[in-house]
């Protein structure tokens, strides 16, 4: 019941470079329609990854 601390670091980086993305996007005013569309592909990209940290933890 150990944690996947390689797959947890991996998923930081992703929130983390995401949340760059979105801001540095928002910053060059193009929030309206890629700043949004990258949102919502981070969000469900962060889900994916933590949900195979989380089902690797269980093995």
Do not use: A
């Not at 969000?43 to 093995?59: I, K, P, R, T």
């Amino acid at each position: 019941m150990g944690i996947n601390f390689r797959g947890l670091i991996s998923c930081w980086l992703l929130v983390v470079g995401c949340w760059l993305l979105v801001v540095g996007c928002w910053l060059f005013v193009c929030w309206l329609f890629v700043g949004c569309w990258l949102l919502v592909v981070c969000w469900l990209l962060v889900v994916c990854c933590c949900w195979l940290v989380v089902d690797y933890s269980h093995e």
